[in-house]
């Protein structure tokens, strides 16, 4: 699947303004279902006569989201049990039970993640280690982690960064940054050629 331009931006809303409120109530706030019903009436109170509030109920709100289909995905499903030789009646129950499994094609889900501007320049590629003014360790995400910078094993390891413009020995910033460069490869494909 291709994730499409929209000629509307708002598309299924009836502006911008509505938009940032259904992304407010529902990303950013989470809102319950009842607390979005509750708003809704109180902002209809305040309304003049014949005016509606930008959403009749929490049902219109996450019909107009659900309708959105840009970059969607379709839902999968299959039935799962648990098989590992005879079972008796002594097994726990969740081991004779049938599951349902839901889930999104990842493959699909990665493709229109990249596809996304809003995503552009806001993935990293690479690991990296963040020290503070103090040369104290920063972890702040997955990146900048001891295990995935463990797991990477370069050739060219951290090569002079003053090469690249960066002055480490009379830096500015706070935070020095340590990179991984060229020719990274992981161990566990290291790994599986020795």
């Known amino acids: 699947m291709t994730v499409q331009s929209l000629s509307d ?3 299924l809303f009836l502006g911008q303004e509505q938009f940032e409120l259904a992304d407010f109530i529902y990303r950013c706030n989470q809102m319950s ?3 979005i019903d509750e708003l809704l009436g109180l902002w209809n109170v305040l309304l003049p006569d014949g005016a509606e509030p ?3 109920s929490h049902h219109h709100l996450h019909s107009l989201i659900d309708d959105i ?3 969607d995905v379709k839902w999968q499903s299959m039935t799962a049990t648990y098989k590992s030789g005879p079972q008796s009646q002594d ?3 969740w081991m004779m039970k049938k599951w349902d499994i839901w889930f999104r094609d990842p493959c699909e889900l990665l493709r229109n993640q990249l596809a996304n501007r809003d995503f552009d320049g806001e ?3 690479a690991p990296r280690q963040v020290f503070n003014a103090s040369d104290k360790r920063v972890y702040s995400d997955f990146m900048t982690g001891s295990w995935v910078w463990d797991e990477v094993v370069c050739i060219d390891f951290c090569f002079e960064l003053n090469f690249m413009g960066f002055d480490m020995a009379n830096r500015t910033s706070s935070q ?4 991984p460069m060229v020719r990274c490869l992981f161990q566990s494909s290291l790994a599986a050629t020795r």
């Open 9 to 11: 931006p708002w598309d």
């Open 33 to 35: 279902s009842g607390d």
């Open 54 to 56: 930008p959403f009749a």
């Open 69 to 71: 289909q840009h970059g």
């Open 91 to 93: 097994d726990p129950t």
């Open 123 to 125: 993935t990293d590629y």
């Open 176 to 179: 020095k940054i340590w990179v």
